[in-house]
């Protein structure tokens, strides 16, 4: 995401991941959890099946601060920690690494120029790709951003990796911040075109926007106080879904 009045995260410290019982509760009351969140392909996920199958995967997550974590109080309460938490405890006897390479504020194009140096880096069976959110917040050309995306399909056929497309998050209606008011909308419909493009070369797609519309009773919807990047409680509620709807694909 787009990087408003938020501290840079270092790229090349390690952090210390959280143990499960450091792992904030979600409210399923407020934060529906179910698998229906991730649309998949057929076999779209075989080779990260294979990988679960013989006790080990990697999954190397790209894209941009929501990867990073920005917003979250901690480290461990962003995206990326919870979600090998919950795979670990969702998938037992299996080691699951999750690698965190997001940078704040990264465009598609941006993503995929570094993509071929991070598969090759991470080795990882899976890709979490999260995209979109800052080519709207720039208002670039659909266009534009569907080359980057083709070009990065390249790269990833080219790894013989599986891929998860992840889709802008959705806004608070009652947003402020002058950078992100209205965008809703536009979110929306690179949601859709995500969905589309993920459908044509048969990728995993997550619709996180959708999902988000069923956050009513988190605080903001899970937003934090700069309209723009997710709370603990979104974080938390993401990370869940995301974690049930993978590990289902998955055994």
Partial sequence: MLALASPARAQSAEPVLPTPAETPPVNEAACPVNAESIVLAADGLARTRAAVARGKVTILAVGSSSIAGWGASAYERGFVPLLQTDLRRRLPGVQVDVVNRGVGGETARETVDRLGKELADHRPDLVIWQVGTNDVMR????????????????????????????????????????NTRGRNAQLGEAARMIALEGDRVGYAVQRRFDAMAAWTR??????????????????????????????????
């Fill in 139 to 178: 208002a670039r050309p659909w266009n534009d951003v569907a080359a980057d995306m083709q070009r990065g399909e390249a790269v990833l056929t080219a790894a013989a990796v599986d891929v998860l497309l992840i889709d802008p998050q959705r806004l608070p209606p009652d947003e402020v911040n002058v």
């Fill in 218 to 251: 988190l605080t903001r919807g899970g937003v934090g106080p700069d309209d723009l990047h997710l709370n603990d409680e979104g974080y938390a509620c993401w990370a869940a879904i995301t974690g049930e709807a993978l590990a289902a694909a998955l055994r």
